[in-house]
């Protein structure tokens, strides 16, 4: 077995158990959404609706694809968006009844799709990081976006975008991203990675609006556009933005890499007075390795055994 056909083995078990652990068809089919759409533009393309069709039926005839795209398309924008997707997939599939043959008709989907975390992510990230990054529970379910992209729209002013930290209170305590607004992560064993975010009440999300004193709603003048989870590699972070757009109804990323890495390419940090600092708790020392810009944190204030409990592990099996 050449390398290109184990690699591709294991992204088809990768991909099998990352769909049993979610929990409804929906779910798994916003997952498969994520695989197809290659570009990540929120829809999916005639091209890509093909690949689709030829996966559910391989004898499938142009007339048949184009039927298919109908019976997708509901609004007529030649296009599918996620929410068409889901809805008229979970509906087609209502026949299969055993919830082990929906899975296999996932995976079948689901193979020969590249995880969304390739070349495009990856080569922006040493390669020892990236394959840390790569191999985390999250990253191939939680939507991406790069530290590249989040430092390009916080110097846009007419971009609009939300910052969510998702670390441990000691790590928010040295640093963070300027204007991002912490969130606490609780144990949740029905949650599909052991933690979602601690809803405190109706209002914990007021952050996710813009605010402007001559709104006629009270300060609340619309959705930002962008919202980002973010811890320091992306696993706490995945889990932030997996639970996140759940309660919102909408899209939430993750920062590809977390902290480490926008650290690294100069993303700015804050301390707790808002003060500009060269200083990143990484979580562990054996994060600290991955940092490779100045740091300024006193790495010997760790303890030895600091690594915090993987997503999913209870605290009494560290």
């Known amino acids: 077995m050449g390398d290109d056909e184990f690699e591709s083995v294991v992204h088809g078990i990768m991909q099998a158990a990352r769909v049993k652990k979610l929990k409804t068809r929906e779910d798994k089919m916003r997952y498969v959404f994520e695989r197809l759409d290659r570009d990540q533009s929120g829809t999916l393309t005639t091209h890509e609706i093909v690949h689709l069709a030829r996966k559910l039926d391989p ?16 609004d007529g924008s030649d296009s599918v968006n996620e929410d068409e997707f ?51 529970p999250t990253t191939d379910v939680a939507k991406q976006i790069l530290a590249e992209d989040v430092i390009a729209a916080m110097v846009d002013p007419s971009s609009n975008i939300a910052l969510v930290d ?57 959705l930002h556009t ?7 590699t992306g696993e706490r972070g995945g889990a932030a933005a997996l639970s996140l757009s759940e309660h919102l109804c909408r899209k939430v990323h993750n920062l590809y890499g977390g ?18 600092i060269e200083a990143l708790h990484p ?36």
């Open 259 to 276: 902290l480490i890495h926008y650290f690294n390419i100069g993303g700015r940090l804050v301390d707790s007075e808002g003060q500009d």
């Open 166 to 222: 998702a670390r441990r209170p000691e790590e928010r305590a040295v640093s963070t991203i300027p204007n991002s607004v912490p969130v606490h992560l609780e144990r949740d064993s029905s949650a599909p990675y052991g933690y979602r975010v601690a809803i405190q009440d109706a209002h914990g999300f007021d952050f996710l609006y813009e605010t402007s004193p001559s709104s006629e709603d009270g300060g609340k003048s619309g």
């Open 283 to 318: 979580g562990s020392r054996k994060m600290a390795g991955y940092i490779v810009r100045k740091n300024c944190f006193p790495l010997l204030s760790l303890p030895a055994d600091d690594r915090p409990p993987l997503l999913g592990q209870r605290l009494d099996q560290r």
């Open 226 to 232: 962008i919202i980002v989870a973010f811890c320091n």
């Open 86 to 136: 889901v809805d008229t997939m979970v509906h087609f599939l209502r026949v299969i009844e055993s919830q082990e043959d929906f899975d296999r008709t996932v995976a079948m989907l689901l193979q020969s799709t590249p995880p969304q975390s390739a070349k495009r992510f990856d080569e922006k990230i040493p390669r020892k990081y990236a394959a840390l990054v790569s191999a985390l």
């Open 59 to 74: 004898t499938a005839d142009e007339a048949k694809i184009k039927e298919s795209m109908r019976f997708l398309d509901k």
